[in-house]
Structure formats: structure tokens, C-alpha cells
């Protein structure tokens, strides 16, 4: 099973994955994006977040 990394070194904190994917991105406390731990990534707004990412720093790991 493929899961998503953010690489946030690039981020610029657009929020477009957690507007895209809120059940799978999310800002956390400490003000950095995360992915969400799930059993499965393949659903299609997943997929559409990491494609929308401007930065490309959402990776398939
Ligand atoms: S879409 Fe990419 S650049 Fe924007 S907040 Fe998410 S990881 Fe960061």
C-alpha cells in the first residue's frame, strides 16, 4: 500500500490538500501539514491533492 509524504521543506502552506483531501491532510498543532494515518490512500481525492499540490512536494511513498 502506497501512503502519501509531504516534503516540507517545499510546502508553502497553501492548504489546497486539506481543502482537496480533509481526511487525509491536516494542519497540525505544531503549524506544519501532515498526512493522517488511514488504512487506505487509493481514494480519488487523495489522489487529486497530491496531483493539485503546487509545489509538488506530496510524494508516493
Ligand atoms: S498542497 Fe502542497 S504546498 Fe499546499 S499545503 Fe499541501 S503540501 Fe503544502
Given at each position: 500500500?502506497?501512503?502519501?509524504?509531504?516534503?516540507?521543506?517545499?510546502?508553502?502552506?497553501?492548504?489546497?490538500?486539506?481543502?482537496?483531501?480533509?481526511h487525509?491532510?491536516?494542519?497540525?498543532?505544531?503549524?506544519?501539514?501532515?498526512?493522517?494515518p488511514?488504512?487506505?490512500?487509493?481514494?480519488?481525492?487523495?489522489?487529486e491533492?497530491?496531483?493539485?499540490?503546487p509545489k509538488?512536494?506530496?510524494?508516493?511513498?
Amino acid at each position: 500500500m502506497k501512503r502519501p509524504v509531504l516534503d516540507m521543506a517545499e510546502c508553502i502552506h497553501c492548504e489546497v490538500c486539506v481543502e482537496l483531501a480533509p481526511h487525509a491532510f491536516q494542519l497540525n498543532d505544531a503549524g506544519f501539514f501532515e498526512v493522517m494515518p488511514l488504512d487506505d490512500y487509493s481514494d480519488e481525492d487523495i489522489h487529486e491533492a497530491v496531483k493539485n499540490c503546487p509545489k509538488d512536494c506530496i510524494a508516493w511513498e
